[in-house]
């Protein structure tokens, strides 16, 4: 019973961390010698790089429970495989092994789709978030919104452009 409530105060301590827009801000940004490939934005919060796994290695897999802190990505061509049991998942990780070959290989994902993807996957809303609006070629949509209604002009790295935010809808 006391590991049972020692594993759910863990759960709840790693539930209460937020990425809060200005938490990156005076984050030093250090050059990372990476046995796979470099990941931008893949460390903690998106305020650091980060380097992908390399077989053997431990990683997080998809299925793992949101709040905990990730063991990391794998690299290209390379899969997360998790225990059996999702409670071991959750505490021990996965081990990134050779992808099996469907034929349908995962493309490149461009800024606006990890930018996306990662503010989809966080799991934490505070108000003024946005999720970024990509077109079907992977780009920054010019217009974006955030949750609070305003609009605002982005450039094509996804940077909002000074003086272009307002209520509703804005033309950029």
């Known amino acids: 019973m006391f590991r049972l409530g020692l594993l759910l105060l863990g759960l709840t301590v790693a539930n209460a961390i937020v990425c809060t827009p ?5 984050v030093k940004r250090k050059e990372l010698n990476c046995n796979g490939s470099l990941i931008k934005n893949g460390g903690f919060c998106g305020c650091t790089d980060a380097c992908a796994k390399v077989e053997g290695e431990v990683c997080s897999p998809p299925s793992i429970l949101y709040g905990t802190m990730p063991a ?9 495989k998790a225990p059996n049991t999702a409670l071991s998942a959750v ?5 990134c092994v050779p992808k099996k070959s ?7 994902q ?3 789709q990890q930018k996306r993807r990662h503010m989809l996957m966080i799991m934490v809303v505070w108000k003024g978030m946005w999720v970024a609006q990509c077109d079907n070629d992977g780009a920054f949509v010019p217009e974006q919104c955030d949750n609070d209604n305003h609009c605002f002009c982005v450039d094509t790295q996804g940077e909002i452009l000074n003086g272009t935010k307002v209520k509703g809808h804005t033309s950029c």
Do not use: I, M, P, W
């Not at 200005?22 to 005076?26: H, K, V």
């Open 91 to 95: 505490l021990a990780g996965g081990v």
């Open 110 to 112: 461009t800024k606006c």
């Open 72 to 80: 990391g990505q794998c690299d290209t061509g390379l899969e997360c």
């Open 102 to 108: 469907t034929g349908a290989e995962r493309s490149v």
């Open 22 to 26: 200005d938490l990156c801000e005076g």
